[in-house]
């Protein structure tokens, strides 16, 4: 059976990296994104190129329906859609919250829903990576939303986990800290912001995509056979252990 991964959110900066190690690792890949123009440029003509929201049901039809054109059924699938909502409970304003739960967990319910059903119909195992937050595992000042949206995406996890075991369809996810990338530029904006975010982890530091990649590859690939409904944090021990004060 080939190997085809599945990535959603591609073009951003998690999605692009692991791109560029499962691509290494010899798999196909079908990279999705809502923006043509960012899919070309961060892959030039490689790969199946699908443009879709897969926030939608009809989105998500249309990315499997385009991948069965093209001759690939996905086992494998790695959703890295989603965003960073930032502010105080009170100050949320509706439609942001609507948008960070759109974005993180609603894309992440229709894509895998899609996903298994498409596993289903051709009757093959397969293995799902969905992208959760440390935020979802540990009390954060100013992430009230993404953390509900974050913390709903591994109760999916958990769920789904449960329900397509015995169809032999691995789903588990990874949380990780702040990272280089995209989506969080505007929070390391300048030298202090960045000391700062840096300075709040047990393993001080800012994450790199490359090292999450290597981790959820992992979780796709037969290596990880016997892990399921699993969610494995990267995020130099922020949400589960405190450091010596010196």
């Known amino acids: 059976m080939n190997s085809v991964a599945l990535i959603t959110g591609a073009a951003g ?13 010899g798999w196909q890949l079908v990279v999705v994104s809502r923006d043509a123009a960012r899919l070309e440029a961060a892959f030039g003509n490689a790969h199946l190129q699908v443009v879709a929201d897969c926030s939608t049901p009809a989105g998500v039809a249309q990315i499997f329906a385009e991948a069965a054109a093209a001759g690939l059924t996905p086992n494998a699938l790695a959703h890295c859609v989603g965003n ?31 996903f298994v059903g498409a596993l289903g119909k051709a009757g093959q195992p397969g293995a799902a990576v969905l992208v959760s ?26 769920g789904a986990a449960a329900t397509y075991a015995g169809a032999g369809v691995r789903i588990n996810a990874v949380a990780p800290g702040i990272m280089e990338t995209p989506a969080s530029a505007r929070i390391i904006a300048n030298d202090s912001a960045r000391e700062a975010a840096a300075r709040q982890y047990p393993l ?19 290596e990880a056979g016997r892990v399921t409904g699993q969610v494995w944090s990267m995020d130099g021990g922020f949400a589960s252990i405190r450091p010596l004060v010196k």
């Not at 960073?84 to 993180?104: M, P, Y």
């Not at 001080?204 to 959820?216: N, S, Y």
């Open 84 to 114: 960073i909502r930032l502010g105080a409970l009170h100050r949320t304003k509706e439609q942001d919250f609507r948008d960070c739960l759109e974005a993180n967990l609603i894309s992440a319910f229709h894509t895998l829903a899609g």
């Open 204 to 222: 001080p530091g800012i994450g790199d995509p490359a090292e999450l990649a290597g981790l959820m590859a992992w979780l796709l690939s037969p």
């Open 133 to 158: 937050s440390a935020a979802a595992r540990i009390g954060t000042p100013n992430h009230e939303a993404v953390a509900a949206a974050k913390a709903g995406v591994e109760g999916l996890v958990r």
């Open 13 to 25: 900066g998690v999605g692009q990296a692991l791109a560029k190690r499962l691509a290494a690792d």
